[in-house]
């Protein structure tokens, strides 16, 4: 497809798009403000419908904003020019369970028999924390999101079971109500937090010890806020140990053109 001359007007979502195919490899949290983002999941066809259910299953970590069809890179819902294969800035590839390459893009590994997930983000309610004034600490110091392995285990669907993974972002205690209030109205981008403060009731041994992202430090008057995070399949496609998958690699998403507000309940 042919590129819009420099200088075009382009919507900041393509805008993101463009950069993630000129090589840019990034955190995405904070870009393209306003657009919503997508978590990835790449299956051949024989498991996609097990992972679909999957999803239906788990609504909290998986919501599904977006389905390709089989073979086909494209998902116009989402953009109109979107190019799964090429439109992240980083992907993972995945072998028997386990991460064998990190490209800037799968040309080289799309298939014909392949279909693409992209499920809801909790970047698209960080914008509402924002707009009410609540700090997000991982933004506000330009890393990615800390995420965590938990205890808490996902309804099984075929060879895909295994546990939540959940994103934190800490809070004062009153920002945390406010925060419980804003992300329910967001249900296709995880909604409301599935556990406040106690990482230990959940499993996560050390909070300064993420499984995925980066550490961010928890003041003596704030608690961690969990919420289900959409590198749940990641966890769940190493516990299956499934033959071959694709992901994203995690805080660098799909930026798509839908509107964070058009995903709002309220």
């Known amino acids: 497809m042919a590129q819009p001359s420099p200088g075009a007007d382009l919507l900041p979502s393509v805008a993101a798009r463009h950069a993630c195919r000129a090589g840019m490899a990034a955190s995405t949290a904070g870009v393209a403000n306003g657009f919503v983002q997508g978590n990835l999941a790449i299956l051949p066809e024989k498991l996609a419908a097990s992972f679909h259910r999957f999803c239906q299953l788990n609504p909290k970590p998986c919501p599904i904003i977006g389905m390709s069809d089989v073979g086909d890179p494209r998902i116009p819902s989402l953009g109109i020019d979107l ?26 590994h799309w298939r014909d028999d392949l279909v693409a997930f992209v499920l809801g983000c909790s970047f698209s309610f960080e914008e509402a924390l924002m707009d009410d004034d609540l700090p997000i600490r991982h933004i506000e110091r330009n890393v990615r999101v800390p995420m965590y392995r938990t205890n808490i285990a ?38 409301a937090p599935v556990h406040l403060g106690l990482p230990h009731s959940i499993g996560i041994a050390d909070i300064a010890k993420p499984d995925y992202g980066d550490a961010v430090p928890v003041e003596a008057d704030e608690i961690p806020v969990f919420w289900a995070c959409g590198v749940t399949p990641q966890a769940v496609i190493a516990a299956a140990r ?25």
Request: aromatic content about 6%.
């Open 83 to 108: 190019d799964i294969r090429t439109d992240l800035p980083r992907y993972r590839v995945w072998r028997d369970g386990e991460v064998v390459e990190e490209p800037t893009d799968i040309m080289a």
């Open 154 to 191: 996902c309804q099984a669907s075929g060879p895909f079971a295994g546990p939540m993974v959940v994103s934190m972002r800490p809070f004062k205690p009153a920002q945390a109500i406010r925060a419980v209030q804003i992300t329910s109205r967001f249900p296709s981008v995880h909604g």
């Open 242 to 266: 499934l033959p071959f998958a694709i992901t994203h690699a995690p805080g660098l998403m799909l930026v798509t053109d839908l509107r964070n507000k058009q995903l709002a309940v309220l």
